[in-house]
Nanobody, 121 residues
Framework: VQLQASGGGSVQAGDSLRLSCAAS????????MGWFRQAPGKEREFVAA????????YYTDSVKGRFTISRDNAKNTVSLQMNSLKPEDTAVYYCAQGPQTSERVASYDYWGQGTQVTVSS
């Protein structure tokens, strides 16, 4: 299984970014997908997750109303639309794949390589 994340960059507070993650290696639609992030010196934390067919989405409180997770099972991709970015959103963002939606890192068995998001004030 391979997960390839892209779309990170350096932006100003209030700007938007769209992260994408392309998956290969097993049937995409049979797995939940998640986005996590890790800031320097901090533990990896849950950002958002989406169920196998996209019927359920979950977000950490700090991104609710600003971030939107979506998936395209025909293209084997999951995206994270990030609006109204704040400096505290600065982190390396990882996509992950697992058997069910979860906020727990340990619930996901495959991870992408991460993409850096830097938000300056």
């Amino acid at each position: 299984v391979q997960l390839q994340a892209s779309g990170g960059g350096s932006v100003q507070a209030g700007d938007s970014l769209r992260l994408s993650c392309a998956a290969s290696g097993r049937t995409f639609s049979t797995y939940a997908m998640g986005w996590f992030r890790q800031a320097p010196g901090k533990e990896r934390e849950f950002v958002a997750a989406i169920s196998r067919w996209g019927g359920a989405m979950y977000y950490t409180d700090s991104v609710k109303g600003r971030f939107t997770i979506s998936r395209d099972n025909a293209k084997n991709t999951v995206s994270l639309q990030m609006n109204s970015l704040k400096p505290e959103d600065t982190a390396v963002y990882y996509c992950a794949q697992g058997p069910q939606t979860s906020e727990r890192v340990a619930s996901y068995d495959y991870w992408g390589q991460g993409t850096q998001v830097t938000v300056s004030s």
